[in-house]
Each structure stands twice: as structure tokens, then as C-alpha cells.
């Protein structure tokens, strides 16, 4: 499968890999050489005997050996040539990092065609141009410094450079989301959201996946693939030039025509797709979908030291479709003991009385284990701030070994608190759960996974 060449070479030739450091071609190199690639790795460069330590060629038809992969970071005007001695040496996938094309105009559009009208004849595939690559714990093709990639479970694609370099450094940097593969696809002259949606249905190591589009190459095909891949994993989607405004915008920036807003409604409506209305909602989407157990239904807990929180929280769960049940008498039974004596347990759970009473490792012990063995529960919100008296349950690891033991999803919200304490919840925490400092965003995540729960259980029970 020519794909698979894209993730999974055995060679790759840089053509405009650069002994300058500021350069994109170094840097590009520079991060092959950092992944776990353990293939062939060809410099291509007419005026370098070597760029970091690897013999250089004049051309990719001088190299020796096989290439797989070519990366190509040159001028657009040069993208040309280099792409007929790809097809003379016999190269199948080309990744094209060079901006210039469609984006540009006229002249550009011009460029774009003769790209195509190459590849098409000599069965090269390409993805760009006008792109940032690939970024995996295997290979890494983007012009941004990356290293340490991790192997996780989430795979983000689209049209954006951002997502395979500002975006693919904040996740790699800070592990803040279970990451396998990145791919930008630029201006998708010939690969695009189709055929990346059904490699990434189709990869085992892929348990999520999220994309960002302006346009919809072909709106049939990619009903069908989607409709496919959403009825097995999660496919999160954010569509860019939802507006007149936006669609003006995705003409400059890919030289998209970007599909109108009821047409990509009835797509997500049609394929199951979870739609996410901007970048940090990819991201906490798929660290929600990526992290938790899928819920059978809607029916949430929210355990908090605050009861004016509780009352907030349960209007914004109301607002995106969560339900909050009353729990059941045996659970209510359970929290009796760490209540007042005039007090009902109730669902929202008010904690304060009992952290003062017992501290907060104690009563969570009771106060969310309780609500989490509850059949009338199907997921929990639990209210954290960022003070001392929080940072026992951080050090026992508390919430984790929780919702290891019940196998119910939840997220982690904080209001308040002091930056040092916060940033700890944030980075101890947040490597196991989601973790949110908005109400909205973490309500927000919950409720499209229990809605893509609902879906799931509901369909296994039909097919019973």
C-alpha cells in the first residue's frame, strides 16, 4: 500500500536538506535523524559533500540506493524538476513542504497542475504541497524541531501547518496528548482527508483521530469512509471556512474552496463524526476520547467542594445534554457517614464538610468512589482547586486508582487556586485524566463522548 511509504519507509531522500541550521531543510533532516527511523537517510544537496554527518547527491537520481520518501523543501519553481527526477529514480511517495502553489495565484495554480500531471503519470503519490509533514516516534518530517515523539494512541491530520508544528511541539513538549501521528496535508494536490481516514481507521495503533479541513475533496467519498471508520473509532472534526469570512480566509491559505456550513453539518450528522469547533477542542476532545472508557450513557455525577459550583455545573451539563441524576439508596447510604447528620448525600456531591473532617484523600474515597459504583451513573465531573489541602491526592496518586477501579470515565475541572498548586494538578494529574481550568470545555468534552457512547451502546443493542 503506497500510504504505508509515507509512515513506514525504508529510505528517505531530503531534497533541500542544508548544512545552514536556520534552514528548513536542516532542520527537516535534523528531525528524521532524531525519530527512531532506522532506514536509509539520502541529503539530497547539488553544492554540500555532507550535510550532518550524511553524504550528500547533486540529485535524488544520484543516490544509490532505493528512496521510499522524498521530502522536498526547495522554491516552488524548483519543485518541478525535482519531482521528474523522483519519478526517473523511481520514487513513489513525495512529501512537497514548499509553499508557492495554489495558495499564491495564478502562477502558482499553474505549478500545482504540472505537480499533479507528473505524478499521475509516473504513480507517485503526494502529500502537500504547501505542508509540514509528518510527525511520529518513527518519522519526523516537519521543519519544526521535534524530538521524543511519543507512541500513543491519537492521530491529528489536516490542512494546517500548525497542526505538524506549533501544535506538534505544545504535545510533544508538554505530553499533553496521547500523540502517534501528525500529518499536515497542505494543499492536498493528491492525498487527502479520505485517503489519511482510511489509513488511520485501518492503523491498530490508532484509537482516535482528529482532523481540521477548509474543503472536502470529494463529499461522497468521504461520507462513505467516515461513515466506515466513526462506526469502529472516534473521528473528531473541525471544519475551517464555516463562514464567509473563514471561507475567504481558507482561499489564502490553501487555495480551498471551503464547503458550506449545512452541507458539512449533514456529513457529520451522516457519518457519526464529533464536531469540534476550534483547535483546543481537537485537543480536548481527543484527550477525553483518548484517556477515558466510552460510557454507556449520559448520566453524570459532579463531586465538588462548592455548592454554588455545583448548581453552575449542572446548568452547563443540562446546556450540552448531560443528565444529573438523583443516586440510588444504596449509594446515598455509602455517604451518609461522611455528611452531616442534617445533611442528605445528594447528586450534585458537596464535599467540604467531610474534606474538613477527614481531608481530601479520605473523602474521595467515598465521595467519588460512591457516585462511580452507582448503576444510575455513567460519568463524573470531579470539582478540584489548586491548594495544599489538594496535593495528598496528587502524591497517592487518589483520582487515578479511582477511576482505574471503576472503569468510568471522568474529567478533572479547576477553579481556583494558586498557580504553583494548579500547575501541579495540571501536569501530575493531567498526564493520566483531562484536566480543564473552564467548566464549559470539560462539560463540553464529556458530552460528546457520552454522546458517542449512547450511539455505540445503542447500536451493539440493535444488533443483539
Not at 155 to 161: C, D, R, V
Request: charged share 20%.
Amino acid at each position: 500500500m503506497l500510504m504505508e511509504l509515507f509512515f513506514k519507509p525504508s529510505s528517505v531522500a531530503v531534497i533541500g536538506a542544508s548544512t545552514n541550521s536556520h534552514k528548513d531543510g536542516h532542520v527537516i533532516l535534523q528531525n528524521i535523524i532524531d525519530s527512531d527511523f532506522a532506514g536509509e537517510i539520502y541529503p539530497v544537496n547539488p553544492t554540500a559533500d555532507e550535510v550532518l554527518g550524511y553524504k550528500a547527491y547533486p540529485s535524488v537520481k544520484d543516490v544509490p540506493g532505493k528512496v521510499d520518501l522524498a521530502v522536498i523543501i526547495i522554491p516552488a519553481r524548483l519543485c518541478i524538476k525535482a519531482l521528474e527526477d523522483c519519478a526517473q529514480k523511481g520514487v513513489q511517495a513525495v512529501i512537497i513542504e514548499s509553499m508557492g502553489f495554489t495558495e499564491v495565484g495564478v502562477e502558482g495554480i499553474k505549478l500545482q497542475e504540472q505537480l499533479v500531471t507528473i505524478a499521475k503519470k509516473n504513480g507517485i503519490r503526494i502529500i502537500g504541497p504547501n505542508c509540514t509533514g509528518i510527525v511520529s516516534r518513527g518519522l519526523t518530517t516537519s521543519f519544526f524541531p521535534m524530538k521524543n515523539v511519543q507512541k500513543g494512541n491519537v492521530a491529528l491530520f489536516g490542512q494546517s501547518g500548525l497542526l505538524a508544528a506549533g501544535m506538534a511541539s505544545d504535545i510533544v513538549v508538554n505530553r499533553s496528548l496521547n500523540i502517534n501521528k501528525i500529518c499536515s496535508i497542505g494543499n492536498k494536490c493528491d492525498v487527502n482527508e479520505n485517503d489519511l481516514l482510511e489509513y488511520f481507521g485501518n492503523d491498530p495503533e490508532i484509537e482516535v483521530i482528529s482532523m481540521y479541513l477548509e474543503s472536502i475533496s470529494d463529499g461522497v467519498n468521504f461520507v462513505r469512509i467516515a461513515k466506515k471508520v466513526a462506526s469502529i473509532k472516534p473521528v473528531i472534526f473541525l471544519k475551517g471556512g464555516r463562514t464567509d469570512a473563514g471561507a475567504q480566509a481558507a482561499m489564502s491559505h490553501t487555495g480551498s474552496l471551503a464547503s458550506n456550513n449545512r452541507v458539512v453539518d449533514a456529513a457529520i450528522r451522516q457519518t457519526g463524526c464529533i464536531r469540534a469547533d476550534d483547535f483546543t477542542e481537537i485537543k480536548d476532545f481527543a484527550k477525553v476520547f483518548s484517556t477515558q472508557p466510552v460510557p454507556r450513557g449520559n448520566h453524570v455525577a459532579i463531586v465538588t467542594a462548592a455548592g454554588s459550583v455545583g448548581v453552575v455545573v449542572s446548568d452547563i451539563c443540562a446546556e450540552h445534554g448531560l443528565e444529573i441524576p438523583e443516586l440510588s439508596a444504596q449509594t446515598i447510604e455509602k455517604l451518609k457517614d461522611v455528611f452531616p447528620d442534617n445533611m442528605l448525600p445528594a447528586n450534585p456531591v458537596d464535599l467540604w464538610y467531610s474534606i474538613e473532617k477527614l481531608g481530601l484523600v479520605k473523602t474521595l474515597e467515598t465521595t467519588l468512589a460512591g457516585p462511580l459504583q452507582d448503576p444510575n451513573i455513567d460519568a463524573a465531573i470531579l470539582i478540584l482547586a489548586g491548594m495544599k489541602y489538594t496535593m495528598p491526592v496528587l502524591d497517592e496518586n487518589t483520582v487515578q486508582k479511582i477511576t482505574a477501579k471503576y472503569g468510568k470515565p471522568i474529567i478533572v475541572c479547576m477553579l481556583v487556586g494558586y498557580n504553583e498548586y494548579k500547575n501541579r494538578i495540571m501536569e501530575e494529574l493531567g498526564k493520566d485524566l483531562p484536566v480543564f481550568t473552564s467548566i464549559i470545555s470539560g462539560v463540553k468534552a464529556l458530552s460528546k463522548l457520552c454522546e458517542y457512547g449512547g450511539r455505540q451502546h445503542a447500536k451493539s443493542v440493535s444488533e443483539l
